[in-house]
């Protein structure tokens, strides 16, 4: 069965950082595009940000470019993201998911095939 499972979540101050991993089980994540999204109360799903399969492509939403950054771990089969200088507007419950594209990434969620259950970020002083 193929999952994904996110890790890393956490409560912290603003301008502290957090180091989410996305983890698969059932198949090699560098064969797959995967997209970060995030979804606070109240607010809609949006796209934090995206890697390619071949890592070649990455890129960011405006709100994160900067301050997040994502890269892939082949040998371990995880997809890390990492964010500094966290605000409470990156308050949210955060997603990893998977879609098989090796060149490109998309920020549109209707374009992955495989989700997480998602780690909860709080950013609160």
């Known amino acids: 069965q193929l999952q994904l499972v996110e890790s890393g979540g956490g409560s912290v101050q603003p301008g502290g950082s957090l180091r989410l991993s996305c983890a698969a089980s059932g198949f090699s994540l560098d064969n797959y595009a995967i997209g970060w999204f995030r979804q606070a109360p109240g607010k809609e799903r949006e796209g934090v940000g995206c890697?390619?399969?071949?890592?070649?492509?990455?890129n960011y939403v405006n709100a994160v470019k900067g301050r997040f950054t994502l890269s892939r771990d082949n040998a371990k089969n995880t997809v890390v993201l990492q964010m500094n200088s966290l605000n409470s507007e990156d308050t949210g419950r955060y997603y990893c998911?998977?879609?098989?594209?090796?060149?490109?990434?998309?920020?549109?969620?209707?374009?992955?095939?495989?989700w997480g259950r998602g780690t909860q970020v709080t950013v609160s002083s």
């Open positions: 998911a998977a879609y098989g594209h090796y060149y490109h990434c998309s920020a549109h969620g209707y374009e992955y095939d495989y």
């Open positions: 890697i390619s399969s071949s890592g070649s492509s990455i």
